[in-house]
């Protein structure tokens, strides 16, 4: 289905059945801009009830990350990661990818074990934290 | 497993786990419902106020004879109390196309026929 089928999809999802849905999209680095979930979860945000009141204001838009797609510069991997301050996205959910039961955290989830280890030391969120923080 | 990925849950401070559990040769073989059962009681106990996701592959909902121990609809009968969320993937897989509103969500068609929505 396009995104805007999908949108058509969920619309009639709540005219037929009353479900209020959201939508995940796999995966996050195919749509970092968001242009497609936007399309898809349109129709949702503009439904309004026999009160004239929107039924979903903010849908669930739940999106996976399952790797860092460039390491070429500090802004480059925080994109990836979907930091806000470094991409400006619509996703409201967000999963990293993945554990395995031998040897723990991988992929993006290794992100959060030692952030520093991802970015360069000139980066200047890593000096302190209190910088950090900020 | 549990005990480690709910320590990591722990430890910074995230929202709770998604669980995509896609090993098609547990589930043929009967293995698989016991483990998720296991792991999701496990987990729930670890992690009482933290969001535990699955998500499936629609077809793991459509049973026997394909699945010969229910799959996810046994993995729910046992422990679907304590998963706040399905997630549920809907691929087009062989004449199984969930290409418009009607097939994705009243009565899909194909092999997986009977895992629409509804």
Not at chain 2, 63 to 84: F, H, M, R
Request: glycine share 6%; hydrophobic share 35%; net charge neutral.
């Amino acid at each position: 289905m396009s995104p805007a089928d999908i949108n058509a999809a969920l619309v009639a999802a709540y005219q037929h059945n009353g479900w209020q849905t959201g939508v995940m999209f796999w995966q996050f680095s195919s749509d970092s801009e968001s242009t497609i979930i936007s399309t898809a979860i349109s129709g949702l945000e503009s439904i309004i009830n026999t009160d004239n009141v929107l039924v979903l204001d903010y849908p669930v838009r739940f999106t996976c990350i399952n790797k860092i797609y460039s390491s070429s510069s500090d802004s480059e991997v925080l994109r990836s990661m979907g930091v806000p301050s470094a991409v400006r996205h619509g996703y409201n959910y967000i999963s990293f990818y993945s554990w395995t039961y031998r040897t723990g955290a991988q992929g993006p989830l290794r992100f959060w074990v030692d952030p520093r280890s991802f970015l360069s030391t000139d980066y200047k969120g890593t000096r302190t934290n209190s910088i950090l923080r900020s | 497993m549990a005990i480690n990925l709910a320590q990591f849950v722990s430890t910074y401070n995230l929202d709770g786990v998604n669980i995509d559990y896609n090993d098609n040769y547990a589930f043929r073989t009967r293995t698989a419902e016991q483990w998720l059962t296991d792991f999701t009681t496990k987990l729930r106990e670890l992690l009482p106020q933290s969001l535990i996701v699955h998500t499936v592959n629609a077809a793991y909902f459509v049973g026997q004879p394909t699945y010969p121990n229910g799959a996810y609809l046994t993995v729910n009968e046992n422990v679907g109390s304590k998963i706040d969320l399905y997630n549920v993937v809907y691929y087009s897989q062989s004449n199984s196309l969930y290409s418009t509103a009607e097939t994705l969500f009243t009565k899909s068609t194909g092999w997986a026929s009977k895992t629409a929505v509804t």
